[in-house]
């Protein structure tokens, strides 16, 4: 028993496809498309709303730093009016949700709500900043103030972000650390930022996703006009080889696969058309060959019918022309009666069986019987 070949050594089998290859492009390309920009989509929101995030803190940073040494130029100075005037001013800003400024005991001196100002700041900063979080702001001001550095960080979940700046008012003389620190409070909404570049984010994924389809729409194009019609051509070309129209011709140029595909065909369907014509040429000289020999001459196949036969054949057996004798039982036309069935004399059982040797038989004592029922003694070679 031959062992099967190893699987890198067997011949290739072309995978069945369920819908023409013009539609599993393109619809392939969309779906991929979908996919991924279903993916792009999510990535591209977090990814935004990161960035949303890094940018606001560096923006508030910046920010508060500016306003830290402000602050504490107008603090040493005793401008009260001026740095509550100042604090009120980023009240301006619609995304700003609360910004205020607190003296050493936690006193709201300056407030963009005037309402808060006079009150406590964790009563300002948990009735309106930051409710439920009150252990994370009073985190980040006992942080601000034991290192006095600035502290910004993003809150709730992502929807705000809040920076806490130590200020200094005054120092006591002789003292190195100073005692005098107020504390400022900036929290900034960042829903309508991150709304806005969610937008920005549909949007470009959108666009992806569109030029993807058009994509696949030039493609669907493409392999209509120039692969599916080639591929039809040759479907067509085909059918008219298989019909025997060997003469017709494809006519592609180029180089690439359906052109090289046609110019095979071409060459394929002149050589038949050649060995056609050969084959003709050569089944005329043997007819003609057979038609003019004196002896009658025929063949049958395993079953005994007649192949092919001679004219001198037909006309010995009583027949107008060859074309009577093909498919007919030669054994039972030439032996048997067709009234009664009975068997012409000299008959030899099974001579006109196809031997499986090549020795051949001679006959020299046969009757044959005509097609007008009329008894004839023959002679016959059978090879």
Not at 108 to 125: I, Y
Not at 254 to 273: K, N
Not at 334 to 361: C, K, L, N, T, W
């Amino acid at each position: 028993m031959t062992p099967p070949p190893p699987r890198w050594r067997r011949p290739w089998r072309y995978p069945m496809l369920v819908w023409p290859l013009r539609w599993v492009v393109p619809g392939s390309i969309i779906v991929f498309a979908l996919l991924l920009a279903a993916y792009s989509l999510g990535v591209e929101l977090v990814r935004t709303e990161r960035q949303v995030e890094r940018s606001a803190i560096t923006q508030l940073s910046q920010l508060m730093y500016l306003l830290q040494g402000t602050l504490q130029n107008l603090m040493q100075r005793q401008g009260v009016a001026e740095a509550s005037q100042l604090v009120r001013s980023l009240g301006a800003d619609t995304a700003m949700e609360q910004a205020l400024l607190t003296d050493e005991n936690g006193v709201v001196l300056a407030s963009t709500h005037l309402r808060d100002v006079g009150l406590s700041s964790e009563a300002a900063l948990v009735r309106l900043c930051c409710p439920g979080r009150p252990e994370k702001v009073a985190s980040m001001t006992q942080q601000a103030r034991s290192r006095l550095k600035g502290v910004v960080e993003v809150v709730d979940e992502g929807a705000s972000v809040v920076g806490v700046y130590p200020v200094v008012f005054g120092t006591r003389v002789g003292e190195w650390r100073p005692d005098r620190v107020g504390i400022l409070f900036i929290q900034q909404n960042l829903v309508q930022a991150k709304l806005a570049a969610r937008r920005e984010a549909r949007q470009r994924v959108l666009q992806s996703t569109l030029f993807m389809c058009a994509l696949a729409a030039l493609l669907w194009l493409f392999f209509h006009f120039t692969v599916y019609r080639g591929v039809t051509t040759l479907v067509q070309a085909v059918q008219a080889f298989a019909r025997g129209d060997y003469g017709r011709r494809i006519g592609f140029h180029g180089v690439d696969e359906l052109a090289r595909i046609a110019g095979a065909l071409d060459r394929m369907a002149e050589d038949i058309g050649e060995n056609q014509r050969l084959l003709t040429q050569s089944e005329q000289r043997i007819r003609l060959l057979l038609d003019s020999t004196g002896e009658g001459i025929f063949g049958v196949d395993r079953q005994g019918l007649c192949t092919f036969a001679n004219n001198m054949a037909a006309q010995l057996l009583g027949y107008a022309n060859p074309g009577d004798l093909l498919g007919k039982n030669m054994h039972a036309l030439i032996y048997r009666h067709p009234g009664d069935g009975s068997a012409s004399p000299g008959q030899a059982s099974g001579r006109f069986e196809v031997h499986p040797h090549d020795a051949g038989m001679d006959i020299d004592d046969a009757v044959f019987r005509r097609a007008d029922g009329s008894r004839f003694p023959v002679e016959y070679r059978v090879r």
